[in-house]
T-cell receptor
């Protein structure tokens, strides 16, 4: 069974440019998360989806970040315009809702470098 | 804002030594998970603890959930170089909402 797939793995852009990341969760997983992870630190939640609904986006910087999960399957996370401080790894995870101890399955992440 | 604080932040030990990593919070969690992450990869689940006071063992790893479900510890016996990685605790705060700790970077030298 395929795991969580993310692309691109690496992206280098100039500041003020836009960037987009894509995530395809494990088939059947209705909960999808986007996390931001700085080097050597724990992931920080950006947004959580239950199917196509964003149920928790309180930590998403909405002035420059946006996300969508139109059909409740794959998702995109966009930054426009990017700033130097956005350099980090963006992790996507999915889980099977309905259990209160759901394991999060992570993709390999998309590493963003903003110059 | 980190709801969960881990200590120590870094740990470098020799193969065969024992170690304990702590995860503390002022919040009560319905469950707590421990993950291990290697460079260039996403975190991978090691264990989930649910009940206050619960102890789980996974080979040389022992996990404990505090009685008040606010803290947890991970103990590794006779560490091996293959244990090297970033260890993360994650507390479930409300249904399906997971907050991660600050991480403990472990290096086990042969």
């Amino acid at each position: 069974e395929a795991g969580v797939v993310q692309s691109p793995r690496y992206k280098i852009i100039e500041k003020k440019q836009p960037v987009a990341f894509w995530c395809n969760p494990i088939s059947g997983h209705n909960t999808l998360y986007w996390y931001l992870q700085n080097l050597g630190q724990g992931p920080e939640l950006l947004i959580r989806y239950e199917n196509e609904e964003a149920v928790d986006d309180s930590q998403l910087p909405k002035d420059r970040f946006s996300a969508e999960r139109l059909k409740g399957v794959d998702s995109t996370l966009k930054i426009q315009p990017a700033e130097l401080g956005d350099s980090a790894v963006y992790l996507c995870a999915s889980s099977l809702a309905g259990t209160n101890t759901g394991e999060l399955f992570f993709g390999e992440g998309s590493r963003l470098t903003v110059l | 804002t980190q709801l969960l604080e881990q200590s120590p932040q870094f740990l470098s030990i020799q193969e065969g030594e024992n170690l304990t990593v702590y995860c503390n919070s002022s919040s009560v969690f319905s469950s707590l998970q421990w993950y291990r992450q290697e460079p260039g990869e996403g975190p991978v689940l090691l264990v989930t603890v649910v009940t206050g006071g619960e102890v789980k063992k996974l080979k040389r790893l022992t996990f404990q959930f505090g009685d008040a479900r606010k803290d947890s510890s991970l103990h590794i016996t006779a560490a091996q170089p293959g244990d090297t990685g970033l260890y993360l605790c994650a507390g479930e705060y409300n249904f399906n909402k997971f907050y991660f700790g600050s991480g403990t970077k472990l290096n086990v030298k042969p």
